[in-house]
C-alpha cells in the first residue's frame, strides 16, 4: 500500500503484531533527513522552528514543528543537534519542498545551508527493545559503514525507545545487522502507531490545523521568545483550550474509511476520523473532535448510528512504555 | 528626521545618528573602523525582524552608505526587504530605542518587532 507517498507492504508475517513486543523493523521509504549547517544554524532554526533549539545540548535529539505565522503546521518531525551548528532533521518526504521554500525565503542575513541526502533506505526500528537493538540511551549517532550521512535519530512513534534509521542498508539484511529486530509491515505498525495516540503529518494532520491539536505540545517551546507563527501558539496555550483535538477512538463492526464523520445524538458534526484500523471485531481510529464532544457528553456516533468510544488519554500508549 | 538623501533605500535620522555614535562611544569601539550593520533575519512572529549589530569586517558584497558620520552595512538580501525604510531612534523614559519605519512591510506581530512582506 502507499504511506505518505511511498509504497510500503502491509503485512510481512503472521506474527506482525507480536514482534512489535520485541523490536520490529518497518520499511519507510517516505522518511528524509534534511542536513542544516552554516555559522547561523542555530540562530535561523530556533526563529523558524517551534522548538527552542539553541537551548538544545550538544548530541539531543528533540522533536520539532515549522509553523506558518498563523501558527499551522507546515512540517514536523524531529531534530538533531550534532554540533553546534550542525542539525539533521528527520521529516517525510511530502513535507520537505514546502519546508526548504519557506527556508528559502526567509534566509536573508544569516549564514546557514541545508541539503536533503539521498535517500537510501530508511527504516524504523520501534518497539520496547529498539533502544536495546540499537544506541541504548543515546539519542542519535553515525552509521559510517552505512554510507555518508548514514545514521540513526531517535524518535517516538509506538514506544520511548523508537528509532529512524538512514542509510543505504537493503532491507533484507537489516535484521541480520541487527539481531533480535524483525521486519513488520505497516497495518501492525499502523495500528500500534494508533493505540499510541500518535499523530502524523499528512494521514492524520494537514495545514488546517494547529500545531498543539495533534497533541504536539512537546514541540513548541513557549518560553524562547519569538519565532514564526509564536503569537498564534502562545495565545492559544495561555488561553487554555483548544477547539480542536486529537482523539482516541474504538468502534465495532467493520471499519470505517478515514474521513467518515463523526457526530452527536442531533446528527451534529463532533468531528472526523483520520486513521483507522481493524482492532478484533471492531476498529480503532485516530480523529479530531470538538471540545463540544467531551463538554456536552451528548455520545459520539457515525452516520449509519453505530456509537463510537472515545479511549481515555491515559491509556495504553507510548507514555506508558 | 534629517533631510539627507536617501541613498540606495535606506535612510537615518539624526536622532538615530546620534543613538549610534553614543553606542559606539559607550563599547569603547573605534569610530574609524565599525560599522553598523543593518539586516533582516528569520524569525519573529510574523516572519522577519530587524538586526542591529557593530562589526569591523565588511563582506564583499555589503552595500556601504554613509551618513552622519555613520557608516552602514547591508547585505543584498536584507537591502531589498528594506529599501526605503527609516531607521530612527526613540528616547526617555516610553522611549523604544531604535525604530524602523519600512514601506515594505505589509504587517506587523503585536509588539512591533516583526515584519512580515
Redo the contacts between chains.
Keep these: 500500500m502507499t504511506v505518505l507517498g511511498a509504497s510500503v507492504p502491509r503485512r510481512l508475517s503472521d506474527e506482525d503484531t507480536e514482534r512489535l513486543q520485541g523490536a520490529a523493523l518497518l520499511p519507510a521509504p517516505w522518511e528524509r533527513r534534511i542536513v542544516v549547517t552554516g555559522r547561523d544554524a542555530s540562530?535561523?532554526l530556533?526563529?523558524?522552528l517551534t522548538q527552542d533549539v539553541a537551548g538544545m545540548p550538544i548530541s539531543a535529539v528533540r522533536p520539532f514543528a515549522q509553523a506558518d505565522?498563523k501558527g499551522h503546521p507546515i512540517a514536523e518531525g524531529w531534530i538533531w543537534r550534532e554540533e553546534p551548528e550542525r542539525f539533521v532533521l528527520r521529516i517525510a518526504d511530502p513535507f520537505v519542498g514546502a519546508l526548504l521554500d519557506l527556508?528559502d525565503r526567509?534566509?536573508?542575513?544569516?549564514r546557514v545551508e541545508w541539503r536533503v541526502p539521498p535517500a537510501g533506505t530508511p527504516f524504523l526500528l520501534v518497539g520496547p527493545r529498539a533502544a536495546a537493538v540499537l544506541g541504548g540511551e543515546a539519542e542519535a549517532g553515525r552509521l559510517p559503514e552505512f554510507g555518508e550521512d548514514a545514521c540513526w535519530i531517535r524518535v517516538r512513534e509506538i514506544t520511548l525507545a523508537d528509532r529512524v534509521v538512514f542509510g543505504s542498508v537493503p532491507f533484507a539484511t537489516v535484521s541480520a545487522w541487527l539481531p533480535g529486530a524483525l521486519p513488520v509491515g505497516w497495518d501492525a505498525f499502523d495500528r500500534a502507531r494508533i493505540e499510541a495516540g500518535r499523530a502524523w503529518m499528512g494521514l492524520d494532520v494537514d495545514s488546517e490545523r494547529l500545531v498543539p491539536e495533534p497533541g504536539w505540545e512537546d514541540r513548541i517551546s513557549y518560553a524562547k521568545g519569538?519565532?514564526?507563527?509564536?503569537?498564534?501558539l502562545a495565545r492559544l496555550h495561555y488561553q487554555g483550550r483548544l477547539n480542536w483535538n486529537l482523539a482516541r477512538l474504538r468502534g465495532s463492526g467493520t471499519p470505517i474509511p478515514p474521513g467518515t464523520e463523526l457526530r452527536d445524538s442531533d446528527s451534529g458534526r463532533l468531528g472526523w476520523v483520520t486513521s483507522v484500523q481493524p482492532d478484533g471485531a471492531g476498529w480503532i481510529a485516530l480523529g479530531f473532535l470538538h471540545r463540544r464532544a467531551r463538554d456536552d457528553a451528548r455520545g459520539l456516533f457515525l452516520p449509519d448510528g453505530r456509537t463510537v468510544t472515545e479511549l481515555p488519554t491515559d491509556g495504553p500508549s507510548m507514555r506508558n512504555c | 528626521m534629517n533631510d539627507s538623501t536617501i541613498q540606495s533605500g535606506i535612510s537615518i535620522t539624526d536622532q538615530a545618528v546620534a543613538a549610534v555614535k553614543e553606542a559606539i562611544r559607550a563599547e569603547s569601539r573605534s569610530p574609524e573602523t565599525t560599522f553598523l550593520r543593518v539586516g533582516v533575519r528569520a524569525g519573529g512572529c510574523s516572519g522577519y525582524s530587524y538586526d542591529l549589530s557593530f562589526t569591523d569586517q565588511r563582506e564583499d558584497e555589503d552595500l556601504v552608505i554613509e551618513q552622519g558620520g555613520v557608516r552602514l552595512l547591508l547585505d543584498p538580501r536584507s537591502e531589498m526587504l528594506l529599501r526605503g525604510t527609516i531607521l530612527d531612534y526613540s528616547s526617555g523614559l516610553n522611549g523604544k530605542g531604535f525604530v524602523f519605519t519600512n514601506p515594505n512591510a505589509t504587517g506587523t506581530c503585536g509588539c512591533g518587532e516583526s515584519f512580515s512582506v
Design positions: 540562530r535561523f530556533h526563529n523558524m505565522r527556508f526567509h534566509r536573508i542575513m544569516e519569538c519565532y514564526l507563527g509564536q503569537e498564534t
